[in-house]
């Protein structure tokens, strides 16, 4: 499957996003302390795939840990629909689109998207932790 554009957006629709994204090259769940709290659900990919469409002025942000990732929050609704950041160990800048805001995917279309999962709550991002059915 090849790169299709995705729209996405907050619960409130203020925060609203398309995303260029090929889901069959799959997705993230992490177990590190907040990703497994807020069961984040994500695709990393380069920010010229990403374009905020509208919302930037109710956005508020969440550092934490290195700072090195910022996690954009709509203020209305609290949903997050996307974050940013720049990691060397993922390639530099990136933004990570959260897969539960795509708009109009079909539930047949989410199931089929494969999950990679990383055991980042012993930093260990290359693997996966030995019990992965919460995430």
Known sequence: MANKTYSGS???GRVRFEA???LSQG???CNCSYCG???SWGVVIKPQAFRLLAGAEVLTDYRFGTRSGCYHFCQQCGLR???DG???ALGGAFVTVNLACL???PPEELAQIPIHYQDG???AWHQSPPVTSYL
Do not use: I, N, T
Request: aromatic residues 4%.
């Open 10 to 12: 907050c619960h409130c």
């Open 20 to 22: 260029d994204l090929d």
């Open 27 to 29: 997705s993230g769940r």
């Open 37 to 39: 709290k807020s069961r």
């Open 81 to 83: 629909p996307f974050g």
């Open 86 to 88: 720049d990691v060397e």
């Open 103 to 105: 708009d109009g995917v």
């Open 121 to 123: 709550a012993h930093d």
